[in-house]
């Protein structure tokens, strides 16, 4: 009784609008990130991300304020904070490994890194065809369980990309430069982060899912 009451009730759907603007941040910083570690103007794309990063913190208090200010929602609340969450958490850490980019002032990076620039690419646009989909979970949950699906496959990559690059930094550097060592390995373990926390949002799109079909 109360479900069918639910869907005789005006329904507050901008949150669907927020959710593709913060994924387009999403989107263009993973480009950014991704042209970045080719070494091409690496302060330029630099700093896009961080203009991106504001930009989606904007969205994610939006998000937050009509959480609290609408009547009903398209689901569950909690699901709706953890969703926009998890989506500002993949950009923070794009964020965050410019920070560390930056600290160590570098502007070439390994092939393998830019392998991994690629996953998070492929990830990050993955993400972006799946927030459309939630608008109608039912019709759409197939597609959206295989969406998560591959981006849990993509972040399998990454995690083998990130042990072979981490491996290559050791045979290359360990007799003779230490903090080349260092420093490669900060970046690639935040790169991984990066593809971590794309698969936690895919994993709250299974959640959505599962929840509501």
Request: charged share 30%.
């Amino acid at each position: 009784m109360l479900s069918w009451f639910r869907k005789l009730l005006p329904r507050e759907d901008r949150f669907f609008d927020l959710f593709a603007q913060h994924s387009r941040t999403i989107v263009g910083a993973a480009d950014a990130l991704n042209e970045l570690l080719k070494g091409k103007d690496t302060e330029r794309h630099c700093e896009r991300i961080v203009t991106l990063e504001d930009e989606a913190d904007n969205i994610t208090r939006e998000v937050m304020l009509a959480v609290r200010r609408s009547f009903i929602t398209p689901f569950d609340r909690v699901d709706i904070k953890d969703l926009i969450q998890s989506m500002d958490d993949a950009i923070d850490m794009m964020h965050k490994t410019v920070k560390t980019i930056r600290l160590f002032e570098q502007k070439e990076f390994d092939p393998i890194m830019q392998e991994m620039g690629e996953a998070i690419v492929q990830a990050a646009h993955l993400i972006a065809e799946a927030i459309p989909l939630l608008e109608r979970i039912n019709t759409n949950a197939p597609r959206l369980s295989a969406i998560a699906e591959e981006v849990t496959r993509v972040e399998g990559h990454s995690d083998e990309l990130h042990d072979r690059g981490l491996k290559a930094l050791v045979l290359r550097h360990r007799e003779s430069n230490a903090m080349a060592y260092i420093i490669g390995s900060e970046i690639y373990g935040e790169l991984e982060k990066v593809m971590d926390r794309f698969e936690d949002v895919a994993n709250e799109i299974s959640g959505i899912v599962i929840e509501n079909v």
